[in-house]
């Protein structure tokens, strides 16, 4: 049994007032919205005592897709993919292209060490560790009363 919103307003036409409803409804669907935001991949961000760790999921791709960058204080990560695959045998009437891109940045402390940043992939997962300056270090220590 499916179910239809009618609403008094003024959207849709006289014909069909549900038709406002119809489109709302396809264009905010979940599965639309979900596939959107899976277009960004997960973050995620941990410190220890001397570096910063960023592990971003992206599965699928090469390291030779990846391009960090700093820029002041800003870390940009991008990546881009295409695939296209040649088949000359085949006749086709539709060919679609995989094509995928996105850009994450995040403002680093002013306590890191810019020039202590190192970057792996491996098992679908970037992961980026930022050193800490020595000043900014955890310092453990007991004070003495006087």
């Known amino acids: 049994m499916a179910l239809v919103k009618f609403s ?3 959207r849709g036409t006289a014909l ?3 038709i406002g409803d ?3 409804n396809f264009l905010n669907d979940t599965f639309l919205s979900d596939r959107m935001i899976s277009r960004v991949p997960a973050v995620n961000i941990s410190e220890s005592e001397g570096n910063y760790h960023i592990e971003l999921a ?3 791709l090469q390291k030779e897709d990846f391009k960090i960058n700093l820029d ?3 870390l940009s990560i991008s990546a881009e993919q295409e695939k296209e695959e040649k088949d000359e045998t085949k006749n086709y009437s539709r060919r679609e292209y995989s094509y995928n891109s996105f850009v994450r940045s995040f403002n680093l402390p002013d306590s890191v060490d810019q020039s202590n ?3 792996q992939y491996q098992n679908g997962v970037l992961k980026i ?3 800490k300056r020595e000043e900014a270090k955890y310092q453990s220590r007991e004070i ?3």
């Open 8 to 10: 008094n307003g003024n």
């Open 16 to 18: 069909n007032p549900w």
């Open 22 to 24: 119809v489109f709302d």
């Open 58 to 60: 992206a599965p699928g």
């Open 72 to 74: 002041k204080n800003i």
């Open 117 to 119: 940043i190192e970057a």
């Open 129 to 131: 560790n930022v050193a």
């Open 144 to 146: 003495a009363i006087k």
